[in-house]
């Protein structure tokens, strides 16, 4: 699996200089970099041996997640986790825990944690990648917190897709995936669920300074020029880090 590589602590006092001319969105990401979460690691070293690079996508149902993370994957090169997705895949091929999670997902409440982080576990562990975008979760503090537990990690960044209840409505109930839980009385439940569950979470990230607002209504393309300048200022700071322990 993935190690530390160093702390950026050195990092932050020497280059100080460079950083104050990034814009404000840049130091934010920068700060969220810096203050808790390890590096990605020198080149010439394999993926599993790299930290990786933990985004968490959230938004309520119909929010968009699941677009623009097609567009960051394409844009940027994460590897994509839907914790719903990896959820539906479970009852798909009828594992021991197939019918519990139709019954919980047709009735729009969260599955037990242990269940949802151990797939994407799974999913993390078995990936080339070390950059990745999990949407859907957490959707409970009892999620963050499982996965803080089980995977000993946490987001770099967390991204909120911020949408009108009427407009997420009106998506789902349009947007025939033939998904059992998309429909009037499910999705009413679920934007309950969002707003006493996942609420919470979108609080904690906003306090410690790891949450970027994100506002969901617009074309795909107009929602992404918000979301494109957040990944590109990761990957300036990832490079420079990389420049600056070449130099060392
Ligand atoms: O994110 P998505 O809309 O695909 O999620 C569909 C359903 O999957 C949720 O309403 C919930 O029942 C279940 N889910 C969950 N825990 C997660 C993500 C999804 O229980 N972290
Ligand atoms: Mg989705």
């Known amino acids: 699996m993935w190690r530390l590589v160093t702390s950026l602590t050195a990092l932050v006092s020497s280059s100080k200089s460079s950083i104050l001319n990034q814009p404000a969105s ?14 990605l690691a020198r080149h010439g070293i394999s993926t599993h041996d790299c930290t990786p690079f933990i985004t968490f996508v959230l938004g309520g149902p119909g929010s968009g997640k699941g677009t623009q993370c097609a567009k960051i994957v394409e844009t940027f090169g994460f590897k994509h986790l839907s914790a719903g997705d990896l959820l539906r895949r479970e009852i798909a091929c009828n594992s021991k825990y197939g019918s519990t999670i139709l019954n919980t997902i047709k009735e729009g409440r969260i599955v037990p944690s242990e ?17 990745f975008l999990i949407d859907g979760f957490p959707r409970s503090e009892e999620n963050r917190i499982a996965f803080e ?5 946490e987001p770099n960044i967390v991204l909120f897709f911020d949408c009108p209840e ?3 409505v009106k998506r789902v109930l349009s947007r ?5 839980d998309d429909n009037l009385d499910t999705m ?3 934007l309950k669920v969002f707003e ?12 410690k300074g790891k949450l970027h607002k994100i506002s969901a209504l617009g074309t795909e393309d107009e929602i992404f020029e918000q979301v494109r300048p957040l990944f590109a200022a990761c990957e300036q700071i990832n490079s420079k880090t990389l420049l600056f322990l070449e130099g060392q």
């Open 188 to 190: 009413k439940k679920r």
């Open 26 to 39: 840049t130091l934010k990401i920068w700060k969220s970099l810096t203050t808790e979460t390890p590096i």
């Open 196 to 207: 006493a569950w996942n609420l919470p979470v979108i609080n904690y990230y906003a306090e």
């Open 149 to 153: 537990r089980i995977m000993g990690a």
């Open 166 to 168: 009427e407009e997420m």
């Open 176 to 180: 025939n995936q033939g998904r059992v």
């Open 115 to 131: 269940v949802t982080v151990k797939l994407i576990q799974r999913e993390m562990e078995s990936s080339d990648n070390h950059k």
